[in-house]
């Protein structure tokens, strides 16, 4: 397969004994994509700027934003009880027994040193935590309800989801318990830890780790008063990606999280994120029982959603993926996914900026609040390499989340690199100038 690198032109990314197992598939040792057959990619070398309706990098362009349009279109239906199985290569594929240890420590299930589990408060305690829930304590808002910084008696900090009073309905009810009954599932380094739960009366109440350094999206805004770096937002974004990855493949039944957006993504002082909200999370289909995906109600985030659920009601792992490109794209822009008060042309930022990196201006997506630099520029076009397989209109052309992990550490690594460089060399040139001087 090719991919665009610098001057506008294609390289070569495959290697022998590539390691892809499908199309639009990363090679994992050098974390790219080898050699795929689909619209997406040409081996033939081809400039960015080209003016034929056949230039590939056009047709991939094309088809993610008429997948993206796609989620502010009417869903089919779809008879009930209608599963309908598809022909999709596994992304797992069988590691080692010393890969697997070695991946343990990172995708860890286990709750060794961490405070007890599924511990059901009473009224009295949320009250004393949240000094019977003082609007000085509270941290957020949203449709679900409200979130309040609390403190238990051990001194330990929490966060305290309230869910709204009075309008308690069969499905907030199945939302609050679905969001128990998955954060008693997981333990990872980039979840939020659960404390515990209330379920009383009207009061749903769900207790889970104080994050202090709010939203991923606030940061993006810049609501904490400083721009988020660039080196944080591929940290960031490699964090996200472990923390799916644990979700979908270490754990007894894989977890479809729903709803990844940078506004359930929380950052610690260190500025590593921690995936939260678990309202919409679904327990994946059961593929030993041959089972391909899981007919279901759309539930997710507007900008976010795979048109391809959207449209069938069949969710798989991909959906995840679909959202994680999403967010590869808000992480290099810092615009939300949909941004209604700019033009018509920017209005959708995935299929801005998605254009501008087909014209071999990736750097012009780039958070105007960022220093530019190649360093820079050569790790946005990776990825957006990345984030256009993971915006496949159909998911068997998406990546596992496990690859786009490690397609992510390959591009961190060569950005640290190409960042020293680029350092050595400007103060060679200072030493030089000076010289002269």
Known sequence: MTSPGRGGRWRNLS??????TGPGTPDLRRGHFSPSPSPYYSSSPSPYKSNSDKNPVKIAVRSVAGAFIACFTPPEKVPAGSVKSYDERSDCSSQ???TERRRRGTYSTSNNGREPRNQKFSIEEIYKATKNFSPSLKIGQGGFGTVYKGKLDDGKLVAIKRAKRGVIDKNSGAEFRSEVRTLEKVGHLN??????????EEERIIVVEYVPNGTLREHLDCMHGRVLEFASRLD?????????TYLHMYIDHPIIHRDIKSSNILLTENFRAKVADFGFARLAADSESGATHVSTQVKGTAGYLDPEYLKSFQLTEKSDVYSFGVLLVELVTGRRPIEPKREMKERITVRWAMKKFMEGDAILTLDPRLERCGAKNLAIEKMYELALVCLAPTRRNRPSMRK?????????KDYREQLGSDISSDDSQARFSMAEE
Do not use: M, N, Q
């Open 15 to 20: 290697s022998p004994g590539s390691t892809g």
């Open 96 to 98: 080692s027994g010393s």
């Open 236 to 244: 960031i974004a490699i964090d996200v990606a472990h923390a799916v």
């Open 404 to 412: 786009c992990a490690e397609v992510l550490w390959s591009i961190r």
């Open 191 to 200: 979840l939020v830890k659960f404390y515990g739960y209330l379920e009383l």
